[in-house]
């Protein structure tokens, strides 16, 4: 076999154009775990654009500040790798910084520069600071075009006489052709022993097809970004390119499910341009697309990895032929359910619980300053825009700022004082939009749109949808009021509304399989939170998606009550009892609402297992 291909998976350094550069150190860490778990040799880390922007030149500065500092980034990252090389692209503006990645224990440096201009004194001498720190060098050939092949193959002899590891033939546009990648990679593979890596851009549609032909030509790097998540139309796939890899016998030992949950995260961060990894691992199997459903659903009945086993079937002697198939030849299934890998939930390190608890407990800051930080990020990922809301702490019945989403918008919710807001500069973070109750006065912080929104209305009328979706059940609904004018605003007859003055002699009507709201209040009164030892159902409004929109809230509510509860992590809508937490969303929790003290590594903890799965969002 010819010499080994290992893969460089680039999602978190050029994945970062598509967001804004807005990749945490909490999705560092979660990514770079991941795939470090599988079996990823080489993660790339950091800004698109370079590491240490700011010191680049103003055409390669980026116009948006990355969501965390270089070093959080080192630090995220190398916390949650055990086994594979992490590094990072940078430009010679970089070189003074090289010293940070050595203490941070970073592998590897790729130098990204013009190809016209690759020779020019300051580069040979990046090359030799790099490896004076002990760091694997690579130069990346930007716009690689710009040049001959033969020019190419000039420039790897010099540069492997200043000590490069790698030359990088990068397709920076995305319209090479194979035969012409295969020319750069046979001119340098001839002129030098230099490793030849190969990157490449998806504008052609491309990218997979000239990995392939740089491979047979001699290269033995290739970089993938999962789901193609880059700049423009993307790079390649990392999934595709995987499963490519292991049909010609390199990277075997990459564990292509775990990879495939990976890219199930990232899916979420290309709008509507991801693509399902399950029909990618069909693809280099040559499976017929109406077979996939059929085989997705042998391999969970047998615990199997659905990518997995799809990917095992290139990896026979006997393809399997035929469509819409609904039983499969054992000559076929049966060798490669020997190669997949079993369906099991990964035990998440203390070291990544730790970081995703840091974040949680971030979002759950009670500092404006951290949650528009906090929005700024979450709406570059998502791509939506951000609403900062701020009603009277008088009024919010939650002491922790609380998330919500919708359509196109996601926002904060937080209950503040109008000391809260005296001097409040939220620099380059500014919300889009800032909604305040009038009782706040006009200290409110500036924003693109604000606007003025009587919070109490709120409460009371998600108290009222909420009560109309439990009478629909069949149950008699009790709405215990923190507050005069929600309990006036509350008219439905079928309902018994008390008020703040209204005294206790109600308590005594309410039986098992009632249901009480408790609305407005933030600390549940002892003698109503025990109204649920006699097997009344308590329940909170369901403010956030109230303030999110109507319609919203019903289908949200009809959702919730059917799910019901969780052991530990409950939904803001339900009144916790003893030990449990209450969390934005019980399956994979981003925010904690309020709970007892352990509830963030609770919530770190079954938000890790989540991700791990490939579910959630980042």
Known sequence: MSKAVRLLDATLRDG???????????????????????????????????????????NFRTKVRQAASDEDYFAAARKCAKRGKLGVITGPFGMDELPMLAQHRIDFVRMAVMADKALEPINLKMAERAKSLGLTFSVNLMQTTAITPARAAELAIEFAKAGTDWFYIVDSSGGLLPQAVSEYVARVRDASDITIGYHAHHNSGLAIANCLAAIEAGATMVDGTLQGLGRDVGNAPTEQLLFMLQRLGHERGIDVESVSHAGDLVRGLLLEKGNDPTYFAAGASEIHSSNVEALV???????????????????????????????FPEEVVGPACARATPLRDATPTRELVEVLGEDISRASSRSLTTLAEVLFARGAKWHKRTVLHLVPAAQFPFAGPLPWDLDKVCGITIGVTADDLRAIDFGDRAPEVIVSDPALGDAVPTAGTAVRDTFLPVIADSAAVLAAVCLDGGARVFVACSDASIANALHDPRVKVIGPKDGDAWLAEVQ????????????????????????????????????????????????RLASGRGQHLVDPIFVPAAGQSVVDDPSCPTTVVAGAETAVATAATERARTLARGRGRL
């Open 297 to 327: 659903q042998f391999a969970i009945q047998r615990g199997l990895g659905p990518r997995s086993l799809l990917a095992a079937i290139s990896q026979g002697e006997v393809k399997l032929i035929g469509a819409g198939m609904k039983t």
């Open 512 to 559: 098992a399989n009632d249901t009480v709201i408790v609305a407005g209040h933030r600390d549940v009164p002892a003698n109503i939170a025990a109204l649920a030892q006699r097997g009344a159902r308590l329940l909170r409004p369901a403010i956030a998606p109230a303030i999110a929109a109507r319609v919203a809230t019903l289908l949200d509510l009809r959702a």
């Open 16 to 58: 970062s154009y598509c967001i804004d550069f807005q990749f945490t150190a909490a999705d560092t860490a979660v990514l770079v775990g991941m795939l470090d778990a599988a079996g990823v040799g080489f993660i790339e880390l950091g800004n698109g654009s370079g590491s240490f922007n700011h010191k680049a030149p103003p």
